[in-house]
């Protein structure tokens, strides 16, 4: 199957910081990719949709200007959690879409720990 | 709207009993169906789809899954289980296709084997 990679694997920061995990797609082009965040025992939250050169959207609680999403390529989608403080720690997935015309499917990287301190 | 329904929490099985994860979904159109396992500390996996093809469709890791529309269920089985299929699965449902589809999963499903 498709692969995708998330960069880094997990990362400890302090309270204010700022951290950026980068998402690429391997051996396919992807026009949309997706980030989802995972709490302990639960299920994935999606947190927004990014479209290759347009801007992200968001789901309904994210904060934009909290989690910048920028996707500047067919094979690259980069979050950034702004000013990040202890309630940001958790498990982020992205994923990218392959296919096209209902054949579509969602491939999802490793996932990225970040711990705020 | 779309949704789906994973009935309980959690299963444990012995090792080499059959396995089955129970997955209802809910569309207002024709569905695709997905179930991904997630092993510890890592992304979702794969394991099969329908796309509205053959209604039982086969897996890696010798799992399948049989879509019944009457049902509206879509379970994933196998028929002897492996102490290396201990993860958490989850079924997933998406209801339209296009740049603004998306996945809608269940609250996913932990599989525990016993030796």
């Known amino acids: 199957g498709a692969v995708v990679s998330q960069h880094p694997s997990w990362v400890i920061c302090k309270s204010g910081t700022s951290v950026k995990i980068e998402c690429r797609s391997l051996?396919?082009?992807?026009?949309?990719m997706f980030w989802y965040r995972q709490f302990p025992k639960q299920s994935l939250m999606l947190m927004a949709t990014?479209?290759?050169?347009?801007?992200?959207?968001?789901e309904q609680g994210v904060e934009k200007d909290k989690f910048l999403i920028n996707h500047a390529s067919l094979t690259l989608s980069t979050l950034t959690v702004t000013s990040a403080h202890p309630e940001d720690s958790s498990f982020y997935i992205c994923?990218?879409?392959?296919?096209?015309?209902?054949?579509?499917?969602?491939?999802f990287g490793p996932g990225t720990r970040l711990l705020v301190l | 709207a779309q949704s789906v329904t994973q009935l309980g929490s959690h299963v444990s099985v012995s090792e080499g009993a059959l396995v089955l994860l129970r997955c209802n979904y809910s569309?207002?159109?024709?569905?695709?169906l997905f179930w991904y396992v997630q092993y510890p500390n890592q992304g979702l996996q794969l394991l099969l789809k329908?796309?509205?093809?053959?209604?039982l469709v086969k897996g890696i890791n010798g799992f399948e899954a049989e879509f019944k529309k009457s049902e509206t269920s879509f379970h994933l089985t196998k028929p002897s289980a492996h102490m290396s299929d201990a993860a958490e699965y989850f079924c997933?449902?998406?209801?339209?296709?296009?740049?603004?589809?998306?996945?809608?999963f269940g609250k996913g499903i932990t599989l525990s084997v016993r030796p």
């Open positions: 994923s990218a879409r392959q296919g096209a015309h209902g054949g579509e499917t969602q491939y």
């Open positions: 051996d396919f082009q992807a026009t949309t």
């Open positions: 990014s479209n290759e050169g347009s801007k992200a959207t968001y």
């Open positions: 569309s207002s159109v024709p569905p695709y």
């Open positions: 329908y796309t509205s093809a053959a209604t």
């Open positions: 997933a449902v998406r209801g339209d296709t296009g740049a603004n589809s998306k996945l809608t």
